[in-house]
Nanobody
Framework: QVLLVESGGGLVQAGGSLRLSCAAS????????MGWFRQGPGKEREFVAT????????TYADSVKARFTISRDNAKNTVYLQMNSLKPEDTAVYYC????????????????????WGQGTQVTVSS
């Protein structure tokens, strides 16, 4: 069992930055591929970024490339999402998730039944 708890959300002006954290319980954290998804108001959940279990491979949605960076610290059981140059359209509830078996190349389907999800953290970007 893995419990995921996101933090770091808040209100920020356009052009600003935030760093989200996702703390995981469980001693097998380092085995999981980790991802971030988001759901904006009135929108469906969408993929944001994912990172392989060792941290060596990452993928991003086109909408956040060059602005967001996903990273992980397996010693701290934590995955991060550094968000720079934020835009109002980045406003959403951000969720982290974890999956043991999905390849990073396939880790962009928000409807897939990933192993674990966090409860989400709200990010609001004002114009």
């Amino acid at each position: 069992q893995v419990l995921l708890v996101e933090s770091g959300g808040g209100l920020v002006q356009a052009g600003g930055s935030l760093r989200l954290s996702c703390a995981a319980s469980g001693r097998t954290f380092r085995r999981y591929t980790m991802g971030w998804f988001r759901q904006g108001p009135g929108k469906e959940r969408e993929f944001v970024a994912t990172i392989s279990w060792g941290g060596g491979n990452t993928t991003y949605a086109d909408s956040v490339k060059a602005r967001f960076t996903i990273s992980r610290d397996n010693a701290k059981n934590t995955v991060y999402l550094q968000m720079n140059s934020l835009k109002p359209e980045d406003t959403a509830v951000y969720y982290c998730n974890a999956d043991l078996s999905t390849e990073i190349s396939d880790y962009d389907d928000p409807t897939y039944e990933y192993d674990y999800w966090g409860q989400g953290t709200q990010v609001t970007v004002s114009s």
